[in-house]
T-cell receptor, first 115, second 110 residues
Framework: GAVVSQHPSWVICKSGTSVKIECRSL??????MFWYRQFPKQSLMLMAT?????????EQGVEKDKFLINHASLTLSTLTVTSAHPEDSSFYIC???????????FGPGTRLTVL | QKEVEQDPGPLSVPEGAIVSLNCTYS??????FMWYRQYSRKGPELLMY????GNKEDGRFTAQVDKSSKYISLFIRDSQPSDSATYLC??????????FGDGTTLTVKP
């Protein structure tokens, strides 16, 4: 399967600051990447679908101005949490999909804590 | 009603037991069926992928799909303590986006 990395693996920031999370495909050119959020003991919640060279498609209820997604190349997608607040504290995970097979390969996740 | 229902457990079994994990879904348009394993504080890992009714076996893992009943299962034979994790079912249509179950937490006791 594909190998996906995320950076940073964890971050602590003050309320009101912005945090950028990088998702890289290490061995595959991914035209589509997904961003998820996962709260403790809960399942994955899809935030947005990131398509290389075009605007991301956000799920209902996800603020696109707060969660900025950029997919400038086939191997890199970034999620920026702008003006983070404590309620944004969560585990953020990206994944890449291989073609149309729907198999997704996930990154290791980024744990964000907003103080 | 959720599109995918999964019993959250927790499920605790002794080492060597056969484990059965299940999900039901409501939309008959779903065509692709996946099982992921997620260890604590890690990203999910794809375990099994199938797109047809019937069984698919990979080592100690068997994925079973019954499209007529809209029911999927994952069986783990000879379970090991290292199998202790949360197991997520995921189902997708042709559109490329997966819908995940809430996950079942499994503990295999030595």
């Amino acid at each position: 399967g594909a190998v996906v990395s995320q950076h940073p693996s964890w971050v602590i920031c003050k309320s009101g600051t912005s945090v950028k999370i990088e998702c890289r495909s290490l061995d595959f050119q991914a035209t589509t990447m997904f961003w998820y959020r996962q709260f403790p003991k809960q399942s994955l919640m899809l935030m947005a679908t990131s398509n290389e060279g075009s605007k991301a498609t956000y799920e209902q209820g996800v603020e696109k101005d707060k969660f900025l997604i950029n997919h400038a190349s086939l191997t890199l997608s970034t999620l920026t949490v702008t003006s983070a607040h404590p309620e944004d504290s969560s585990f953020y995970i990206c994944s890449e999909a291989l073609g149309r097979s729907n198999e997704q390969f996930f990154g290791p996740g980024t744990r964000l804590t907003v103080l | 009603q959720k599109e995918v229902e999964q019993d959250p457990g927790p499920l605790s079994v002794p080492e060597g037991a056969i484990v059965s994990l299940n999900c039901t879904y409501s939309n008959s348009a779903f065509q692709y069926f996946m099982w992921y394993r997620q260890y604590s504080r890690k990203g999910p890992e794809l375990l099994m992928y199938t797109y047809s009714s019937g069984n698919k076996e990979d080592g100690r893992f068997t994925a079973q799909v019954d499209k007529s009943s809209k029911y999927i299962s994952l069986f783990i034979r000879d379970s090991q303590p290292s199998d202790s994790a949360t197991y997520l079912c995921a189902i997708a249509t042709n559109a490329g986006k997966s819908t995940f179950g809430d996950g079942t937490t499994l503990t295999v006791k030595p």
